[in-house]
Each structure stands twice: as C-alpha cells, then as structure tokens.
C-alpha cells in the first residue's frame, strides 16, 4: 500500500513538473548548445567553455549553476544577485531595452557594484574577464538570438562653468530627478520608500552623498547612467528628455549633491546654490 | 518501476498529441471582412475597488481633487457591462490576418496620474504611443517576461516629453507601472490577429475578421479567460457574449 502511494505521488510530482520545466525554466541542454559562445573586447577573444573553473570558483555561490541568481548565498545578500537567463542589466552603454555589449559586461566585473555583494574583480585578467562574459552570456537565449543595442553617444566633455552648473540645476528640476532622489540628493524624494525594482522587491535610490554609483562614478560614467538607466530598476532612460548638451550640464549640477569635494561643488558654494523648488510651476521641456 | 515508465510514456504521448491539437489551425481565405460582436458582463455585486491616495504628489491630488480616484482592476458599468475586457481570436486565424499587423496606432496616455485607457489592446507588431498630458514626471515601465521575446523598457516623460513609440514582438499580456506613482497600474493586451477592446457598457466589435470558424478568447486581467466559438460567414456580425461571474 505504501508503495503505490509513493508511486502515485511521484507521478503527479511528473505530471506538474513536465510541462513546468519544459516552458519556464532553461535546462543544462540550453545551456551546454550554447557552450560555443564568445565575447570579444578589444582585441581578446573569450570563450564561454574556458571560463568554467573561474565561474565556478567565484561566482557560483551568488549567480548559481544556472545562471538565475539563485546560489545558495541568494537568501542573504541584498541587492540579489543577476539572473543572467533574462539578459537584463543595470549598466549598459546601450538604449534602455537593449543588450549589454560585451564591453559593458567586462567593465561591471572589473568595476564591481558598490554597496552590493558583488565586489570588483580587478584580480581577472583580460582573458579571464573576457570568457566570463561570453560564460555570462550562454546563460541567456536573448544573446543568441539579438545583437547588442548601439552604445549612446556621448559629445566630449566641456568645460565646467557656473552657467552651466546653474543650467543642470534646471534639468534637474524639470526631469524631475527629486521625485526619488530627493532636492539635495539624498535618496528622500517623495516617491522614495515606495520603489520597487522589476521582480517587485524593494530598492532604494541613489543617495548622492554617499558611496559611488552603481554603475561608475566618471562623468561619462554619470552621463550614461540617466541617458540608457538601468534596466531591471525603477530609474528610466531620459535620452530622449535631456539634450546631450545639457547632459553635461546635468552631470556638473550632480556633481555639487556628492560630498567629495570637486570644482563644480566649490563653484556651487560660490553662487549659494539652493536646492531645486519643487512647488516652482513645471517647466515643459520645448522639445514637444 | 516498470509502471512508472509505462505511465511516464503515456503521458508523453498525450502531452504530444494535446500539443499537436493546439497547434492546428483551419485555413480561411479573406474573401471579404466580417465583424464578431457582444457584450462581456459582470454578474454578481462588483468587487469594491480600493481608493488611492494621491497625496504624496500634490499635482496628482490637485488633477483628482474632484473625484475619488479608485483602482481599475474591475470596471463595471451600470448595467452590468465589464469595461476594459479584451477579445481576441484565440484559434482559426491564419495566413493574411496574421501576417499584416494593424496600421493604426493607438494611445496610451497619462493623465491625471491615471493611465487612459486602463488596458490598451494591440497587434504584435503593430506601433503604439505612449503620450503624457500631465504636469509632473512619469517613468513608463512595462515589465514583459523576456523568455517571450518582448524586452523590458523604462523611459522617463517629464511634462512636456515628446511621446514614446513602440512595439512588441510576441502575443503577452503586459503590465505596465509607472515606480514614481506606484498605484499607476495598467496593460499592453499584446495579441495576435484582429482584436477589441469593451466599453463602458461592456460591449465589443472585433473587425476585419475572414470568414470561418474561430475561437474568441475574452481576457479580463483579474477574472482570468472565457473562450467561445463563433462561426463568421458573409452575412451580419457574429455574436459572442461573455459574462464573469464573481465570487
């Protein structure tokens, strides 16, 4: 009697994994037809195959054989770690919605995710980063299927002047930054405590005056955060909201929120820079 | 043991023919454009849709400061007709109505920090815009399952922003948030072939359907489906009506 209970349930257990499995979820014969990838970054070639040992070494315990973020630190560690099957990624030169290219890729392992678990894996070398890009990016069927999205332009630095530090002031206010960053930066907007990232858990904004941004922290770096965003978290593109001239303006104005001391926050202090008024009437943006 | 693999094996089979089933279709020619009508109603007391407080952004308070803003999840009319109910052809469509998406290209706006409409029905394939009329910013962020093909996106539209134009690659029902205004809560009904959208009375007309036998699916995003069969020939509309019962 006890076996053909056992067996019943173990064919219902088949019946309701089957189709599961077979719709939902990548199996290690997804993984292993597409074992062939590779990355290529400057003139480095990488292979998915040859990045095994590393992977499984230093990686596994967070990201999981599988790729989905689910390794047996996921329970502990907060922000949790990728899913690589979803090829959706925080920092990417490319449009919100597109790919990553490799570049991109081997930059976030180099750099690190401040105020993550993931730390920079500066100790890589080339090669090593390289093939954990293209092991990275055998997890997800998108990579075999799209090509990466065009890397956003962005116009050579100018010059940092009070005009334009008093001209970002203004993007700031009619982009609306401070809805969750708050006016002075600190990750107090009103629309802070209520954020959620795209698998609806909790996620605080970038508080400017303290740590490094997630995804670098050189101007360009600050540019291309606000003109792609980072997929996957409430903070949205606005590449098509923000002139890249007045990009650069926007970047010097960020650069007065953060407490490490710069030439824009001097000049701010200079000028008695006030925070932004958020009762002043909206501005529309005249690119209508 | 040996049970078990008989059983695993028969299952399979199964599996196999019921998937051969589905993908099965008739083949109609579109000799001439039919219609299927109706009317989805709700039976039962409506479920009681929850305010929203708007305070934390006054423009958002200000625009509503005359109506008590309430969830979506549930339209119902006064007659009992259900709002914002999707109908598409689940089963029967082939060849030239699926192959052309629809030229049209409908708007989603957001206004009064409300998403109107609620659910905005479209073709794979088919462009639509995202608009805003509001004086405040919004970041419009539908969070598709990217094993679909559909890819996630999140824009910013600061009042004044030019519109958003998009499409999606697969048939999926997509929720869309705006995480400034977290009660912000709508859909893209992404689905294949000819589709309608219910009014306020509940009613729809799907057009440019080619005459034949089809399967009408009527989705509802918390009441779930409701299929129905319906035969279009080349005289007057073809009717299905739908009724969601509560609980």
């Not at chain 1, 770096?221 to 949205?236: A, K, N, Q, S, V």
């Not at chain 1, 990009?247 to 000028?271: C, G, H, N």
């Not at chain 2, 006054?58 to 119902?76: F, G, I, L």
Request: glycine share 8%; with cysteine; aromatic share 8%.
């Amino acid at each position: 009697m006890r076996m053909t209970r056992h067996k019943s349930l173990l064919c219902m257990a088949v019946v309701m994994v089957f189709p599961l499995a077979s719709v939902a979820q990548l199996t290690k014969a997804d993984f292993e037809s597409r074992i062939g990838t590779e990355s290529h970054i400057g003139n480095v070639t990488g292979h998915a195959k040859n990045a095994q040992y590393d992977y499984r070494r230093y990686c596994v315990g967070c990201h999981g054989d599988r790729g989905d973020g689910m390794g047996e630190n996921f329970p502990w560690v907060d922000p949790k770690p990728r899913d690589f099957q979803l090829g959706i990624f925080k920092c990417r030169s490319t449009p919100t919605g597109t790919l990553p290219t490799d570049q991109d890729l081997s930059d976030t392992i180099g750099r690190g995710l401040d105020r993550s678990n993931m730390p920079p894996w500066n100790v890589f070398t080339d090669q090593q980063k390289a093939d954990l890009v293209a092991w990275v990016k055998h997890f997800s069927p998108r990579f075999a299927s799209e090509k990466p999205g065009t890397p956003i332009q962005i116009p050579s630095e100018p010059e940092v002047t009070a005009d334009r530090i008093k001209a970002g002031r203004e993007v700031f206010a009619r982009v609306q930054c401070w809805k969750c960053h708050g006016v002075t930066g600190e990750a107090n907007g009103p629309s802070a405590s209520t954020l959620q990232d795209d698998l609806g858990r909790p996620i605080a904004p970038f508080n400017f005056t303290e740590g490094r941004p997630k995804c670098g922290s050189s101007d360009q770096d600050l540019y291309r955060i606000f003109m792609t965003g980072l997929d996957g978290t409430p903070m949205p593109s606005f590449a098509d909201n923000i002139k890249p001239d007045e990009a650069w303006d926007l970047v010097f104005y960020l650069r007065t929120l953060m407490s490490e001391p710069s030439k824009e926050k001097a000049i701010a202090k200079q000028l008695g820079l006030k925070p932004v008024d958020t009762n002043a009437p909206a501005q529309p943006s005249g690119q209508q | 043991m040996k049970n078990l693999q008989k059983l695993a094996a028969v299952l399979m089979a199964v599996m196999v023919v019921l998937c051969g089933a589905l993908l099965l279709t008739h083949d109609v020619s579109a000799a001439s454009e039919g219609k299927i009508s109706g009317t989805v109603k709700y039976e039962g007391t409506p479920p009681h849709m929850r305010g929203i407080d708007m305070s934390k952004d006054p423009y958002c308070a200000k625009a509503n400061a005359s109506t008590s803003p309430h969830m979506e999840n549930v339209v119902v009319g006064s007659g009992g007709g259900l709002e914002n109910v999707v109908l598409y052809i689940s089963e029967g469509l082939s060849g030239a109505a699926l192959s052309q998406p629809a030229t049209n290209v409908p708007v989603f706006d957001q206004k009064n920090c409300e998403y109107t409409p609620h659910v905005l029905a479209m073709d794979v394939g088919q462009t639509f815009k995202v608009t805003t009329s509001d004086q405040t910013a919004h970041n419009i962020h539908p969070n598709p399952n990217p094993m679909t093909g559909n890819i996630p996106w999140n824009q910013s539209q600061p009042p004044g922003a030019p519109p958003v134009e998009k499409s999606w690659k697969a048939p999926e029902m997509i929720e869309v948030k705006c995480n400034i205004h977290p009660w912000m809560h709508g859909w893209f009904a992404v689905v294949k072939g000819p589709y309608a959208t219910t009014d306020a009375n509940g009613n729809y007309t799907i057009s440019n359907v080619p005459p034949g036998n089809y399967t009408v699916t009527a989705w509802q995003e918390t009441l779930g489906t409701q299929t129905a069969k319906v035969t279009v020939s080349g005289a007057g509309p073809a009717k299905a009506d739908f009724t969601f019962k509560g609980k």
